[in-house]
């Protein structure tokens, strides 16, 4: 976590405050330090209703606006935490993308894909693994990678308990159990 030249974002607002892990940025140093606690693991405040927890009791409030229904999408009927969240979310119903690429122009709906898309064009891939060295555009396949390092299998078949490092893998086993697949001899 480190301080950068002054970022402005979309919003307009300058964020110079950023997160080294996931490059998410902030206005305010005590907002990326609460953020860099969910990096660490460390969740100090619970909710009561759906028992999830949250690095700062600011992010729990928030998250309580799900419960509460204050924050309810008109086509679907799913609960937000706050507004900006709901507006994304009703952009899957309308289709709207307002970020558009300048080298391809593809479309997104979120700023966030549309940084993750341009690395395809860059060649950009800042997530690298400490133990091979191959390298990543996305945070996520840089910690689905290191399952093959650690052997964690987080995704566990409830019929037969076999486990898979990745969720697709699991999804396409258990079409064995509803019949949508027959076996092949090949094991998953």
Known sequence: MKVEDDVTEDDGKLRPYLCTVCDKRFTRKYALNSHARKHTGENLYMCSI????????????????????????????KCFPNSECLTLHQRAHSGEKPYKCGDCGGRFSRISRLRIHSRVHSGERP????????????????????????????????????????????FRHMKLHTGERAPTGVSD
């Open 50 to 77: 759906c028992r999830r927890t949250f690095t700062s009791d600011t992010y729990l409030y928030t998250h309580m606006n799900v419960h509460r229904g204050k924050y309810r999408c008109s086509e679907c009927g």
């Open 127 to 170: 997530y690298r693994c400490h133990v091979c060295e191959k390298a990543f555009r996305q945070f996520y396949h840089l910690i689905r990678h290191s399952r093959c390092h650690t052997g964690d299998k987080p995704y566990k078949c409830h019929v037969c308990g076999k486990a898979f490092g990745r969720s697709e893998h699991m």
